[in-house]
């Protein structure tokens, strides 16, 4: 289908997808700083350090010729899928753990969640456009 579109329409789509993964990505860091100033309680911007860490694995010890989605028997493939997972558990873990123990409240929590959601849904669509076009890559 895409290759049916001219040049400059190819373009544009992808400029637009672009620009909807900036957008998507700014919304959850709005999201994330507005649960700590609305309520003046920083302590939910833990939560960025499991955003660091995520790609960490994947950066380190994925190589370009295997899959996250595939299973393998590589020892390196397997602690790069344990690690990413035990980073996004993490992320939730963190801002549950603090209303818990009381130290956020409900709303701060909401938008934590909500910022996770965000960016989790712009990973997927990352995700997405570089299976749709390879020629376009830009991970």
Not at 20 to 43: D, P, R
Not at 68 to 96: H, M, Q, R, Y
Request: glycine content about 8%.
């Amino acid at each position: 289908m895409m290759a049916d579109l001219p040049g400059y329409h190819r373009t544009c789509l992808h400029t637009g997808k672009l620009a909807l993964l900036a957008i998507l990505v700014s919304g959850g860091i709005v999201l994330q700083i507005l649960a700590c100033a609305l309520y003046n309680n920083w302590w939910p911007m833990l939560t960025v350090i499991m955003y660091v860490l995520l790609p960490m694995p994947l950066l380190f010890f994925m190589g370009s010729d295997a899959s996250l989605l595939s299973e393998s028997d590589n020892g390196w493939v397997n602690a790069t899928k344990f690690l990413t997972g035990a980073s996004a558990v993490g992320s939730i873990a963190i801002p549950v753990i603090l209303k818990h123990a009381g130290i956020i409240g409900w709303g701060a929590l909401a938008m934590e969640l909500s910022s996770y959601f965000i960016f989790v849904v712009a990973i997927m669509c990352c995700i997405r456009m570089n299976e749709d076009d390879d020629s376009y890559s830009f991970l």
